[in-house]
Nanobody
Framework: QVQFVESGGTLVQPGGSLSLACAAS????????MGWYRQPPGKQRELVAR???????FYTDSVKGRFTISRDNAKNTVYLQMKSLKPEDTAVYHC????????WGQGTQVTVSS
């Protein structure tokens, strides 16, 4: 069964930077498009970035130019580098396939606050 383990979230000040990682199980990781999703408090989960097996990337408008998604297929890991963080980036961040499986990890909490 596929599992996702996210890490790297913490409290950071506005304008700061943070790097998240997600380790995924399964030998087919390298064939899958992977996404980073986030769920702000009281809101629905949304896709913020995705990366195909070939390395093509997509970002939602609110994070373009600030977030960078990457992957290491040898480690079954996808990363999200975040800079110029804003309070509205506060959320629980998850990774999953695209489209997502109905299996989610615990996520990692990112809080942007002074």
């Amino acid at each position: 069964q596929v599992q996702f383990v996210e890490s790297g979230g913490t409290l950071v000040q506005p304008g700061g930077s943070l790097s998240l990682a997600c380790a995924a199980s399964g030998s087919i990781f390298r064939f899958r498009t992977m996404g980073w999703y986030r769920q702000p408090p009281g809101k629905q989960r949304e896709l913020v970035a995705r990366i195909t097996s070939g390395g093509d990337t997509f970002y939602t408008d609110s994070v373009k130019g600030r977030f960078t998604i990457s992957r290491d297929n040898a480690k079954n890991t996808v990363y999200l580098q975040m800079k110029s963080l804003k309070p509205e980036d506060t959320a629980v961040y998850h990774c999953n396939w695209l489209p997502p499986l109905n299996v989610w990890g615990q996520g990692t909490q990112v809080t942007v606050s002074s």
